[in-house]
């Protein structure tokens, strides 16, 4: 769903998207967008492409300035307010890291950003979904080193790990990981964010992906959305057009060769760098994108 949006603008978008098929919308209360895609859920209610909230599946995220043990239960309750729901199906932790910053200030100052106390943060987490609030928690923008870590002392294990995934980054290591520990993949930026401050052209403009998309008469979206479905990935699309929207659904009925995916497997692999645009440099960030 749009990010940092007008409300206006993110409601309408919502609702067309519900209209066009979509039941599952990724949010945080990073985005700003809680508000809007809970007038969005409320009025298509009432309007009818959908009959009940349960046919929704809603995706929040805890922001670093609350990765605090006794600041996620607040946390949560907040963004529930703001989207008007009882629960949401899926709570993520956004990053590994903490943020001391009562008012978001971009870039973060690095003297602002400090390490996750994950384990009292994850058990506040399972509070969450004991309580009710969410029926799911995970997190997203962990790397197998840390999402090991939680694994150790978690009495609930994270459903899912969000992360930067495309076809210039593969994430072949992360997905070995999740799959062999029961964890979904999810992922966000898959055509490489293009039109961002921190994404760049370099899926659409691949021209491998060009020439496999020529042949089958299909456009470069969907032979990138249709590999992520095929390593049993869900997707977080991003797209404020009908027809784009319609496009991005159209990725079911067929399927990629062995010869298409092997030309996939020889892509040059280079990740974005999200956290660059939003904080100053300093060692804990340096190390979270190490091991992304």
């Known amino acids: 769903m749009p990010r940092w949006a007008y409300p206006e603008t993110t409601k309408s978008t919502v609702i067309q998207a519900i209209k066009v098929g979509y ?14 895609l809970g007038q969005a859920i409320a009025e298509a209610l009432k309007l009818g492409p959908i009959q009940s909230r349960d046919e929704l599946f809603i995706t929040t995220k805890l922001w670093c300035n609350c990765a605090e043990t006794d600041l996620v239960l607040p946390a949560i309750k907040k963004s529930l307010q703001n989207l008007g729901l009882e629960y949401v199906d899926l709570y993520l932790i956004h990053w590994p890291l903490r943020i001391k910053q009562e008012v978001l200030k971009v870039p973060v100052p690095k003297e602002c950003i400090f390490p996750i106390e994950i384990r009292s943060v994850w058990r506040s987490m399972e509070e969450c979904q004991n309580l009710g609030l ?49 964890i979904q993949l999810s992922a966000y930026s898959p055509l490489g964010a293009p039109g961002t401050a921190w994404g760049d052209n370099r899926v659409m403009g691949c021209s491998i992906l060009q020439d496999i998309a ?6 470069i979206a969907q032979i990138s959305l249709r590999w992520i479905h095929e390593q049993g990935v869900t997707i977080i699309t991003h797209s404020y057009n009908k027809g784009r929207m319609q496009e991005n659904l159209g990725i079911f009925d067929w399927s990629l060769t062995e010869e298409e995916c ?9 990740k974005s760098r999200y956290l660059r645009p939003i904080s100053e440099p300093n060692d804990i960030l340096a190390e979270i994108d190490a091991e992304i």
């Open 23 to 36: 039941r599952h919308f990724d949010t945080a209360a990073l985005y700003g967008t809680e508000q809007a």
């Open 134 to 182: 969410t029926k799911a928690i995970g997190l997203s923008n962990f790397s197998p080193k840390r999402l090991n870590k939680i694994l150790s002392f978690a009495k609930i294990p994270p459903a899912v790990n969000q992360v930067e995934m495309n076809l210039v980054w593969q994430h072949k290591e992360l997905r070995d990981f999740c799959k062999a520990n029961n």
């Open 214 to 219: 020529k042949s089958k008469g299909k456009t």
């Open 262 to 270: 092997n030309k996939i497997a020889q892509i040059p692999q280079r």
